[in-house]
């Protein structure tokens, strides 16, 4: 049930951070930046929320370390997408 809670929150912020970028006709790459700044949290304030505030709870902290691989996996993929899309349009604009 959290990894599945993680997944769409951060599939939500991800696409959040995209939407506003596109209704404020940011360029393509500030679009970019703002997915990720929007989409990608920080997973270590919130291992050090749990550990300063709720005394280390087991279930809180895999929650937070579960969100911070998370998030590495989905920029990554984010990031990779949007590189092989990039090439693809230079491709085409050279004509090969």
Same mark, same amino acid.
């Given at each position: 049930?959290?990894?599945?809670?993680?997944?769409?929150?951060? %599939?939500?912020?991800?696409?959040?951070?995209?939407?506003?970028?596109?209704?404020?006709?940011?360029?393509?790459?500030?679009?970019?930046?703002?997915?990720?700044?929007?989409?990608?949290?920080? %997973?270590?304030?919130?291992?050090?929320?749990?550990?300063?505030?709720?005394?280390?709870?087991?279930?809180? %902290?895999?929650?937070?370390?579960?969100?911070?691989?998370?998030?590495?996996?989905?920029?990554?993929?984010?990031?990779?997408?949007?590189?092989?899309?990039?090439?693809?349009?230079?491709?085409?604009?050279?004509?090969?």
């Amino acid at each position: 049930m959290v990894l599945v809670a993680v997944f769409l929150h951060d %599939a939500l912020a991800l696409a959040l951070g995209w939407a506003i970028a596109r209704a404020t006709r940011l360029p393509e790459a500030s679009t970019k930046a703002m997915t990720f700044k929007v989409g990608i949290r920080n %997973a270590g304030l919130g291992l050090l929320l749990v550990f300063t505030y709720f005394d280390g709870l087991g279930g809180m %902290a895999l929650v937070a370390a579960w969100w911070g691989i998370w998030d590495i996996i989905a920029g990554l993929a984010l990031a990779q997408w949007w590189g092989l899309r990039s090439r693809t349009k230079v491709e085409v604009a050279a004509g090969g």
